[in-house]
């Protein structure tokens, strides 16, 4: 299985690398068939506190067939996170992944972006909820019922509330990917249970 990770410029680096370590521990540890490709606008990414990453692949190369699941951390305005995940390419994308009903995780503000996509219309999620709910009654303008708990998932879709729930919208990801057993083994080996 193969999950495509959205780095948008200004992403949060926690909330990416949980995707990359807790995949890698399913298939390094366990040869649970996992693999995570990193995708952006451009083949280096510029991360929220200027940290550079190189991708994989880019976005405009992608072909949604290829991939089970889609994973977009969320980042900070101030270094041009909602540049590129309110781009209509970004969206486009998204559009296609949750039209075949594959698996779509987002951490903390990643969520914005399903919301610009329009797949959250009248489902319910959430987004980064302190700040007194700013980014909540962001997502709310588009048509989204706003969850105020730490992970939401509905059918399909996977939204949290801030960078301590990354590890779990992982975990969840992987736990819908290859089940509970499963993912339940690795949880275990990283210590979180």
Same mark, same amino acid.
């Given at each position: 299985?193969?999950?495509?990770?959205?780095?948008a410029k200004g992403f949060e680096t926690? /909330?990416?690398?949980?995707?990359?370590?807790?995949? +890698?521990?399913? *298939?390094?540890?366990?040869? &649970?068939?996992?693999?995570?490709?990193?995708? +952006?606008?451009?083949?280096?990414? $510029?991360?929220?506190?200027?940290?550079?990453?190189?991708?994989?692949?880019?976005?405009?190369? @992608?072909?949604?067939?290829? &991939?089970?699941?889609?994973? @977009?951390? !969320?980042?900070?305005? /101030?270094?041009?996170?909602?540049?590129?995940?309110?781009?209509?390419?970004?969206?486009?994308? @998204? *559009?296609?992944?949750?039209?075949? #009903?594959?698996? $779509?995780?987002?951490?903390?503000?990643?969520?914005?972006a399903l919301g610009y996509s329009g $797949?959250?219309? +009248?489902?319910?999620?959430?987004? &980064?909820?302190? %700040? #007194? !709910?700013? *980014?909540?009654?962001?997502?709310?303008? &588009? +048509?989204?019922?706003?969850? #105020?708990?730490?992970?939401?998932?509905?059918? %399909?879709? $996977? =939204?949290?509330?801030?960078?301590?729930?990354?590890?779990?919208?992982?975990?969840?990801?992987?736990? #819908?990917?290859? !089940?509970? /057993?499963?993912? %339940? @083994?690795?949880? =275990?080996?990283? !210590?979180? /249970?």
């Amino acid at each position: 299985m193969k999950i495509l990770l959205f780095l948008a410029k200004g992403f949060e680096t926690m /909330e990416a690398s949980v995707f990359i370590d807790i995949m +890698g521990w399913a *298939r390094n540890d366990f040869l &649970y068939d996992v693999d995570v490709v990193t995708c +952006g606008f451009q083949k280096t990414v $510029i991360s929220a506190f200027n940290v550079p990453v190189t991708v994989d692949v880019l976005l405009k190369d @992608i072909s949604v067939e290829e &991939y089970d699941a889609l994973a @977009i951390p !969320g980042g900070f305005e /101030e270094f041009g996170f909602y540049e590129e995940a309110f781009s209509e390419e970004l969206a486009d994308i @998204i *559009r296609k992944f949750n039209d075949k #009903n594959k698996m $779509i995780a987002t951490v903390c503000v990643g969520a914005l972006a399903l919301g610009y996509s329009g $797949i959250l219309t +009248g489902k319910k999620a959430t987004t &980064y909820h302190l %700040n #007194n !709910g700013q *980014r909540q009654k962001q997502l709310a303008e &588009y +048509g989204v019922e706003i969850v #105020n708990l730490p992970v939401v998932k509905t059918d %399909n879709i $996977i =939204t949290s509330y801030c960078p301590q729930t990354a590890p779990e919208v992982a975990f969840v990801l992987l736990e #819908n990917l290859i !089940g509970t /057993e499963k993912m %339940n @083994i690795v949880k =275990t080996a990283m !210590g979180f /249970e």
